[in-house]
C-alpha cells in the first residue's frame, strides 16, 4: 500500500511542467531579478549577478521546496477545496495595497480565519450566519486554512536555510548610525505541489473499485463534506503551484548569518502554527485563538527581527584610512584576481585611497596592469588586476557617497494610515 502511495504522489508531482502557471510564475519571478539588476546599475552601474542564473536556482530550488511541502500536504490530508482560497486570495491582494510584505497567506488566511471562527460560532446561536453571504465563511475548514499556511512556511524556511543567502545585493543604506554598507536578501521560489480535493461518490461509482486504501489515520485535516446514504468520501490528487517570497537586510550580520537566523525564526513559528492547527482540529473552542496568533505571531517576529538586526553595530562600515570592499560582481577581474569582500584597498598604483570618490577616480585615471595595495586580516598583500573592463568592486560607502537608500520600518497601522493619507491627498 505504501509503495502504491508513493507512486501516486511522485506521478501527480512530475506534471508541473504542464501547469502555465508555473511558467507564468517563472516569467515573474525573472522581471522581479532584472528589477533588483536595474537598482544595482543606477548604485554601482552594473548588474552583479547574471538574471538567467537566478531564476534558474529558484526554479531548482522551488521544486525541492515544493517536493517538501507537497508532500507535507499530502501526510497531513488538507482538504485545498475547503479552505476558503476565494476570500484569501483577494483580501491577500488588498494588503499588497497597504504594502508589499503584507502579501502574505500568514495575514490574509490569519484573517480570514478569524472571521470565519467567528461566523461559525455565531451561527450556532444565530442561523442567519450559517447562510446567505456568510454561508461561504461558514463553511471555511479554518485548521485546514492553518495547516496550509504552516506547512508553506516551513517550507520556506527551508529553503531560506539552503539559499536565502546566495546572490546576495549589496545596499548602501542611511540608518541612525549614518552611512553603512548591508545586503539586501531577496528571493523568489515557484513551488509545484500535489493538493488534495474531496469529493462524495456514489458506492457504485468505478473509481471506488480503482481507488487506493489509504492507513486508519488518514487524513488528519478530515474533509466536512456532507455524505449521504449510498455514498463514499473520496479524496483526489491535483498538480498546482504556488510562490513564496523572501525579503531581508543583513545590516549588522552577513548574508549567511542574517539566513540561517531567519530561517530558524520563521521554523520555529511555523511548528507552532501546525501544531496550532492539528490542536483546533481537535479542540475547536482554541480555533479563533490559532487563526489570530497566525497574523499576529508572524508580524511581531518580523518586527523583533529588524529592531535586533538594527540595534547592533553595523558590521560594514569605512574604515579610517582606505576603502572596504563590500561585494565583487559574478565574473568580475576583481575577484579572478583574488580580492575578497572585507579587503581594504590602500592605493591603487602608488595612488592613496582616502575615500569612496578618490577610489572611483583612482578607477577612471589608472593604468594597466592595476596594483592594488590591500589589508586583510592585518597584513598588507597586492593584487594585480590585468584587465581593461570593469574590476566589478562595489565599495563600502563612506559619509560622502551621493546615493544611497533609506531603512523605514513599520508596522501594519503605521502602513495602513500612510497609505489613506496618500489616497485622500
Given at each position: 500500500?505504501?509503495?502504491?502511495?508513493?507512486?501516486?504522489?511522485?506521478?501527480?508531482?512530475?506534471?508541473?511542467?504542464?501547469?502555465?502557471?508555473?511558467?507564468?510564475?517563472?516569467?515573474?519571478?525573472?522581471?522581479?531579478?532584472?528589477?533588483?539588476?536595474?537598482?544595482?546599475?543606477?548604485?554601482?552601474?552594473?548588474?552583479?549577478?547574471?538574471?538567467?542564473?537566478?531564476?534558474?536556482?529558484?526554479?531548482?530550488?522551488?521544486?525541492?521546496?515544493?517536493?517538501?511541502?507537497?508532500?507535507?500536504?499530502?501526510?497531513?490530508?488538507?482538504?485545498?477545496?475547503?479552505?476558503?482560497?476565494?476570500?484569501?486570495?483577494?483580501?491577500?491582494?488588498?494588503?499588497?495595497?497597504?504594502?508589499?510584505?503584507?502579501?502574505?497567506?500568514?495575514?490574509?488566511?490569519?484573517?480570514?480565519?478569524?472571521?470565519?471562527?467567528?461566523?461559525?460560532?455565531?451561527?450556532?446561536?444565530?442561523?442567519?450566519?450559517?447562510?446567505?453571504?456568510?454561508?461561504?465563511?461558514?463553511?471555511?475548514?479554518?485548521?485546514?486554512?492553518?495547516?496550509?499556511?504552516?506547512?508553506?512556511?516551513f517550507a520556506e524556511s527551508i529553503l531560506i536555510a539552503l539559499s536565502g543567502h546566495l546572490q546576495p545585493s549589496p545596499v548602501w543604506l542611511k540608518t541612525e548610525r549614518g552611512i553603512v554598507g548591508g545586503f539586501m536578501l531577496q528571493k523568489i521560489w515557484p513551488l509545484p505541489l500535489v493538493g488534495i480535493m474531496a469529493e462524495a461518490v456514489s458506492l457504485t461509482a468505478p473509481e471506488v473499485a480503482a481507488g487506493t486504501e489509504m492507513p486508519a489515520w488518514w487524513p488528519l485535516f478530515a474533509?466536512?463534506?456532507?455524505?449521504?446514504?449510498?455514498?463514499?468520501?473520496?479524496?483526489?490528487?491535483?498538480?498546482?503551484?504556488?510562490?513564496?517570497?523572501?525579503?531581508?537586510?543583513?545590516?549588522?550580520?552577513?548574508?549567511?548569518?542574517?539566513?540561517?537566523?531567519?530561517?530558524?525564526?520563521?521554523?520555529?513559528?511555523?511548528?507552532?502554527?501546525?501544531?496550532?492547527?492539528?490542536?483546533?482540529?481537535?479542540?475547536?473552542?482554541?480555533?479563533?485563538?490559532?487563526?489570530?496568533?497566525?497574523?499576529?505571531?508572524?508580524?511581531?517576529?518580523?518586527?523583533?527581527?529588524?529592531?535586533?538586526?538594527?540595534?547592533?553595530?553595523?558590521?560594514?562600515?569605512?574604515?579610517?584610512?582606505?576603502?572596504?570592499?563590500?561585494?565583487?560582481?559574478?565574473?568580475?577581474?576583481?575577484?579572478?584576481?583574488?580580492?575578497?569582500?572585507?579587503?581594504?584597498?590602500?592605493?591603487?598604483?602608488?595612488?592613496?585611497?582616502?575615500?569612496?570618490?578618490?577610489?572611483?577616480?583612482?578607477?577612471?585615471?589608472?593604468?594597466?596592469?592595476?596594483?592594488?595595495?590591500?589589508?586583510?586580516?592585518?597584513?598588507?598583500?597586492?593584487?594585480?588586476?590585468?584587465?581593461?573592463?570593469?574590476?566589478?568592486?562595489?565599495?563600502?560607502?563612506?559619509?560622502?557617497?551621493?546615493?544611497?537608500?533609506?531603512?523605514?520600518?513599520?508596522?501594519?497601522?503605521?502602513?495602513?494610515?500612510?497609505?489613506?493619507?496618500?489616497?485622500?491627498?
Open positions: 500500500m505504501l509503495k502504491e502511495i508513493i507512486l501516486l504522489f511522485i506521478q501527480t508531482f512530475v506534471v508541473f511542467p504542464l501547469n502555465p502557471l508555473f511558467w507564468l510564475l517563472l516569467i515573474m519571478i525573472g522581471i522581479q531579478y532584472r528589477r533588483l539588476a536595474g537598482n544595482e546599475i543606477k548604485l554601482f552601474g552594473r548588474p552583479l549577478y547574471p538574471v538567467g542564473r537566478q531564476v534558474i536556482n529558484s526554479a531548482l530550488y522551488g521544486l525541492a521546496g515544493g517536493l517538501i511541502a507537497g508532500a507535507m500536504l499530502f501526510v497531513l490530508g488538507v482538504p485545498l477545496t475547503e479552505i476558503g482560497m476565494l476570500y484569501v486570495w483577494p483580501l491577500a491582494l488588498l494588503l499588497l495595497l497597504v504594502h508589499p510584505r503584507y502579501m502574505c497567506f500568514a495575514y490574509a488566511g490569519g484573517l480570514v480565519g478569524a472571521v470565519a471562527a467567528i461566523i461559525q460560532l455565531a451561527g450556532r446561536f444565530w442561523p442567519v450566519f450559517g447562510t446567505g453571504f456568510f454561508a461561504g465563511l461558514a463553511e471555511i475548514h479554518i485548521p485546514g486554512l492553518l495547516a496550509l499556511i504552516g506547512t508553506l512556511h474533509s466536512r463534506l456532507a455524505v449521504g446514504a449510498g455514498y463514499i468520501l473520496m479524496y483526489y490528487l491535483l498538480p498546482i503551484v504556488a510562490g513564496l517570497g523572501y525579503g531581508d537586510l543583513a545590516v549588522a550580520s552577513t548574508p549567511r548569518e542574517k539566513s540561517r537566523s531567519s530561517a530558524r525564526n520563521l521554523g520555529l513559528y511555523s511548528i507552532l502554527v501546525l501544531c496550532l492547527a492539528l490542536a483546533a482540529e481537535k479542540i475547536p473552542v482554541i480555533t479563533f485563538a490559532a487563526a489570530v496568533f497566525v497574523p499576529v505571531g508572524h508580524e511581531l517576529l518580523i518586527l523583533w527581527s529588524n529592531k535586533k538586526e538594527f540595534a547592533r553595530r553595523p558590521l560594514y562600515t569605512a574604515p579610517a584610512i582606505g576603502v572596504g570592499v563590500l561585494a565583487l560582481a559574478d565574473g568580475g577581474t576583481a575577484r579572478a584576481a583574488g580580492l575578497v569582500p572585507g579587503d581594504i584597498i590602500l592605493n591603487i598604483n602608488g595612488t592613496p585611497i582616502l575615500n569612496v570618490a578618490s577610489f572611483y577616480k583612482a578607477l577612471q585615471a589608472t593604468w594597466l596592469p592595476m596594483r592594488l595595495l590591500v589589508e586583510r586580516d592585518g597584513r598588507e598583500r597586492l593584487v594585480i588586476i590585468d584587465s581593461a573592463s570593469d574590476p566589478g568592486i562595489i565599495p563600502v560607502p563612506d559619509r560622502y557617497v551621493p546615493v544611497y537608500q533609506t531603512v523605514e520600518q513599520v508596522n501594519f497601522w503605521q502602513a495602513l494610515q500612510k497609505k489613506l493619507k496618500r489616497l485622500w491627498h
